[in-house]
């Protein structure tokens, strides 16, 4: 599904428009779809139930007042903060405000909200500003969305939360704190730039008419990664295989004291499908290698035994390189011959990339991953940290995966993958408990596993951060937030693989198609 800039957005609706699409029609449709997930929210709400509408002027506040009509009949009490004028507002606005009384809603005007206990609502539906909204927040509306954010009441916000640029991300002095945000169409870039991703909260999309070929021709260089489009990618499997047809993982990983992260990368490895994996450890690691699950394979090395190292990564069918490996000892003085061997796709991460960003020019292998949280891709870019992603920031990733011919899995919240020649993926999946010591490991173990399996780089990276963000979120239903560790991720891969599978309706075999 394409990414969107707020003016990009009101470009191909007003080619519907100009085609004879009536703006009544869309905004019917999209309240409709409002309201049903509203309803669904509340569906868990015990009796009597009582909704907010917090409106402006515009077309947002107009698909507040049709969704609140349509709440109405379902015997729920609705009431609307208009913060403007009735004759402020647009005509669509008024119109809908109109049918909004008449179906017995209450509209209070202006400053009237100040005084209301926001404690006896159990949702308030956000349609106070739209995903236009330029400089900074003053006045009412900022002293509304203050108290809106200090009330804790659940807030679904309709197209953006109030007071977050469509186009930048950028908070305008202050925000609504959505519980999730009903994007209209097509998502919009803003969601994911910036602060933004803190006050979007979920995102669900309605969808409120405006046709395929209207949004098929969206200028749009980002995309959002969705199950529908996953599905095909995942590897099938034939009855008849062994493990190495599965795919051989080869993991230059692990040093003294941090043996962990090489045991969460292969593990994850092991659970998203590779048939075989082996961690090279270097000498010394013995008594560390005890600790390694039993379908682990350990191999030592050294000096004196490079041939069987080199070896083993021409088998391979994928590499992965960095989890634990250290910033001193062999493993790191060997990375460039160890990279130079490669034939095979590899994910590098961890401290591998903080090495690799001390050259000025990195050498990698065709059909690399890199796997860098915004930290490491700073270091890569030969520049002064930055704390939050934006669209500068996003081309500047871009130039590099082309200039380097590889694939970025940019993690975070959200996490973007950039390959060269293609459009940004990113990935709307996952929760806030991903954030623990080890996540990443997880995360190239995943990737190295896809890639062993065939896959393409782009496309092992995207799958992979899908099932990684899903089986997050399975960790975070069982733990809460609070208590998931990297270890129980891995245990919820399969859950993650198998949600993926039953979307599609697939049974666990499929013969291989020619």
């Known amino acids: 599904m394409h990414i969107v800039s707020a003016e990009e957005m009101v470009r191909i609706e007003a080619l519907a428009y100009a085609d004879g699409f009536q703006e009544a029609d869309f905004m019917e449709e999209a309240g409709r779809g409002v309201a049903e997930l509203a309803l669904d929210v509340l569906s868990n709400t015990s009796n009597p139930i009582k909704v907010l509408l917090l409106c402006g002027k515009g077309n947002n506040a107009g698909d507040a007042y049709v969704a609140g009509s349509y709440i ?34 209450k509209v209070l005007y202006e400053n009237t909200l100040l005084t209301d206990d926001l404690s006896q609502y159990d949702l308030i539906l956000d349609g106070l500003l739209g995903i236009g909204a330029r400089g900074e927040i003053q006045g009412l509306y900022k002293t509304v969305i203050e108290k809106v954010n200090q009330s804790e009441v659940p807030v679904l916000a309709i197209d953006i939360p109030s007071g977050i640029n469509g186009s930048t991300g950028e908070n305008l002095g202050i925000a609504i704190q959505a519980v999730a945000t009903v994007f209209l169409g097509l998502p919009k870039i803003g969601f994911f730039l910036r602060d933004a991703w803190n006050h979007t909260g979920a995102l669900h999309y309605v969808f409120f008419g405006l ?47 941090m043996f962990g992260a090489a045991i969460l990368a292969c593990k994850a490895a092991l659970r998203s499908g590779a ?42 069918s994928a590499c992965l390189i960095g989890p634990g490996l250290g910033r001193t000892g062999l493993g790191i003085e060997l990375l460039d ?23 000025s020019d990195p050498k990698f292998p065709k059909n690399a991953v890199l796997t860098p949280h ?24 871009q130039d590099y995966a082309e200039e380097y011919g590889v694939t970025i899995v940019l993690k975070g919240g959200p996490t973007f993958i950039l390959h060269p020649g293609c459009r940004i993926q990113v990935c709307s999946r996952g929760c806030p ?60 891969i399969a859950i993650a693989i198998k949600e993926l599978v039953n979307y599609g309706g697939s049974g666990q075999y499929t013969e291989l198609q020619n």
């Open 72 to 105: 109405l009949r379902h015997n729920i009490d609705v009431t609307a903060h208009q913060l403007v004028p009735l004759e402020a507002a647009s005509p669509l606005c008024r119109e809908n405000i109109h049918r909004f009384t008449g179906d017995g809603g």
């Open 211 to 257: 046709e395929g070929k209207y949004t098929q021709e969206a200028v749009s260089n980002i995309e959002l990664l969705d199950q529908y489009h996953l599905l095909p990618s995942l590897p099938k499997i034939i009855r008849k295989r062994h493990k190495y047809q599965a795919g051989y993982v080869l993991a230059l990983a692990g040093s003294p004291g």
């Open 275 to 316: 048939g075989i994996v082996r961690c090279l450890l270097s000498q010394g690691m013995e008594n560390e290698s005890l600790k390694a699950p039993y379908e682990l394979i350990t191999q030592s090395y050294d000096r004196d035994n490079l041939d069987e190292v080199w070896s083993e990564t021409r088998r391979a």
């Open 337 to 359: 011959e160890f990279l130079n061997q490669l034939s095979s796709p590899v994910v590098i991460d961890a401290d591998a990339l903080t090495y690799l960003a001390l050259s």
């Open 374 to 397: 915004i930290g490491e891709m700073c270091r890569l870019l030969g520049i002064i940290s930055v704390s939050e992603v934006d669209g500068a920031f996003l081309q500047r990733c």
């Open 433 to 492: 408990g991903m954030a623990t010591a080890g996540s990443g490991d997880v995360l190239s173990g995943v990737i190295a596993a896809l890639l062993a399996q065939r896959m393409s780089p782009r496309d092992a990276a995207a799958l992979g951060v899908y099932l990684h963000a899903l089986a997050g979120e399975e960790a975070s239903l069982k733990y809460t937030d609070y208590g998931v560790m990297a270890g129980d991720i891995i245990d919820s």
